[in-house]
């Protein structure tokens, strides 16, 4: 199974930049997939995920900022982020978990939002 993340770059504080993940190869239908990220000196953590019944949950920091999204017929998922801040400033990773419970990881995709 291969997650391949695109979408990162470097951005200003308030611009907008969205994430896209594509999952192929997997033999079962994926259930719940998310967005993590990890800044410099920091662990990885929760930044959006959405199951297969399309519900959401956020963490605290990117509320009302970020939305995650998913196309099942593409087999990806997005993370559109806007009103940036440095402190969002990561490698995003994305991340699926299919129906008999397997997780996998995507290579990360770098944002940097600096002035």
């Known amino acids: 199974v291969q997650l391949q993340a695109s979408g990162g770059g470097l951005v200003q504080p308030g611009w907008s930049v969205r994430l896209s993940c594509v999952v192929s190869?997997?033999?079962?239908?994926?259930?719940?997939m998310g967005w993590y990220r990890q800044a410099p000196g920091k662990q990885r953590e929760l930044v959006a995920a959405i199951t297969d019944a399309e519900r959401t949950n956020y963490a605290d920091s990117v509320k009302s900022r970020f939305t995650i999204s998913r196309d099942n017929a593409k087999n990806t998922v997005y993370l559109q982020m806007n009103s940036l801040k440095p402190e969002d400033t990561a490698v995003y990773y994305c991340?699926?978990?299919?129906?008999?419970?397997?997780?996998?990881w995507g290579q990360g995709t770098l944002v940097t939002v600096s002035s």
């Open positions: 190869g997997s033999r079962f239908s994926i259930n719940a």
């Open positions: 991340r699926c978990m299919d129906y008999v419970g397997r997780v996998y």
